[in-house]
């Protein structure tokens, strides 16, 4: 199972980015995918995740990004992708894609619920 993240970059207070998470090894569909941040000093920490097409493909946000933040899968591509808008200079870090092998009935933001990752795709943002 592999998983690339791509799309980071380096952008302005307010601007927005579009990252990318192709997958290979696994039907994104039948998986829940997860952004997840870590920023240097601190741990990582959960960004969203959408649910398998199963459960509904529902997405599921922090608090910290809801509203600015959106987290959409294209099936026929087998990526996840999290579109970023009005950036903070919280939100620079690098950013890692996750992949539960199972189902779990919790919220699945922890770390540990996922199985694979990314490499991670770092953001900056600058004023």
């Excluded at 990252?19 to 920490?45: D, I, M, N, Y």
């Excluded at 087998?78 to 950036?87: D, F, I, T």
């Excluded at 919220?107 to 991670?120: H, I, K, L, V």
Aim: charged share 20%; with cysteine; hydrophobic share 35%.
């Amino acid at each position: 199972v592999q998983l690339q993240a791509s799309g980071g970059g380096s952008v302005q207070v307010g601007g927005s980015l579009r990252l990318s998470c192709a997958a290979s090894g696994r039907t994104v569909s039948r998986h829940t995918v997860a952004w997840f941040r870590q920023a240097p000093g601190k741990e990582r920490e959960f960004v969203a995740n959408i649910r398998r097409s199963a459960y509904g493909g529902s997405g599921n946000y922090a608090d910290s990004v809801k509203g600015r933040f959106t987290i959409s899968r294209d099936n026929a591509k087998n990526a996840v992708y999290l579109q970023m808008n009005s950036l903070k200079f919280e939100d620079m870090a690098v950013y890692y894609c996750g992949l539960a092998e199972r189902h779990l009935t919790g919220p699945m933001t922890r770390a540990s619920d996922f199985d694979y990752w990314g490499q991670g795709t770092l953001v900056t943002v600058s004023s």
